[in-house]
């Protein structure tokens, strides 16, 4: 099993930053992708970013440019550095860990006030 905790959601005005954390323990394998997904208010969860164990990238057209995810594979532990931070910006973000299943964290919210 595999267990994620989340930190640093928060309340920021528009155009602020944030910085979200997601540590991972138990058992962890060599090669797995960690990313963060979101879900406001009536809506479908998506895909905000996601990082490989390799490095590689993917984020959602939203966010190109504002956010920025990062890992520390020696710590299991992924990033989400949230920059220009827009209203529409606010949901329950969710740290993921996918290898043979997906793993999920417990959500933190994100509000953006304008």
């Known amino acids: 099993q595999v267990q994620l905790v989340e930190s640093g959601g928060g309340l920021v005005q528009a155009g602020g930053s944030l910085r979200l954390s997601c540590a991972a323990s138990?058992?962890?394998?060599?090669?797995?992708?960690m990313g963060w997904y979101r879900q406001a208010p009536g809506k479908q969860r998506e895909l905000v970013a996601r990082i490989f164990t390799g490095g590689s990238t993917n984020y959602a057209a939203s966010v190109k440019g504002r956010f920025t995810v990062a890992r520390d594979n020696a710590k299991n532990t992924v990033y989400l550095q949230m920059n220009s931070l827009k209203p529409e910006d606010t949901a329950v973000y969710y740290c993921?860990?996918?290898?043979?299943?997906?793993?999920w964290g417990q959500g933190t919210q994100v509000t953006v006030s304008s």
């Open positions: 138990g058992k962890i394998t060599s090669f797995n992708v």
């Open positions: 993921n860990l996918r290898d043979f299943r997906d793993y």
